[in-house]
């Protein structure tokens, strides 16, 4: 099993394959993905896309995904608007922007640990 967060000090099939040069599954979610490679494997929108969970007919949640951070311009960008502005985007209802509201908040409050964490070391 892949640790959630960092890469797994004991490769997964897939993994061994991907170091090899070998094709691995072609994965119709992230989520596939994330599971296999871990996390910091994936780029900004596909854990995006793992977060939002569905789309809609005919955009997929990654295709979501990779619309808010376009207009957005990063996640940081996204993380800084309101989530009204978020409901007029196509594709997303109100859990799934709940859903990104928790996540960016627990990445801002794990960032904010690390950095207090880091100033009490240096005092």
């Known amino acids: 099993m892949v640790p959630i967060l960092g890469e797994a000090p004991n490769l997964s099939g897939s993994q061994a394959r991907i170091l090899a040069g070998e094709p ?9 993905k994330l599971r296999e490679l871990g ?12 977060i939002i969970s569905s789309g809609t007919k005919g955009h ?12 957005f311009g990063s996640l940081t960008g996204l993380a ?4 009204e502005e978020l409901l007029s985007i196509k594709g997303l209802g109100d859990v799934k922007i ?7 908040e627990l990445a801002r409050r794990t960032a904010n640990e690390i950095i207090h964490e880091r100033e009490r070391k240096t005092k």
Do not use: F, K, T
């Open 60 to 71: 997929s949640a990654e295709a979501i995904a990779r619309d808010l951070i376009q207009r």
């Open 80 to 83: 800084n608007r309101p989530l």
């Open 98 to 104: 709940l859903r990104i509201a928790a996540a960016l």
């Open 24 to 32: 691995v599954a072609d994965w119709q979610h992230p989520g596939g």
């Open 39 to 50: 996390a910091a494997r994936l780029d900004d929108a596909e854990l995006l896309a793992v």
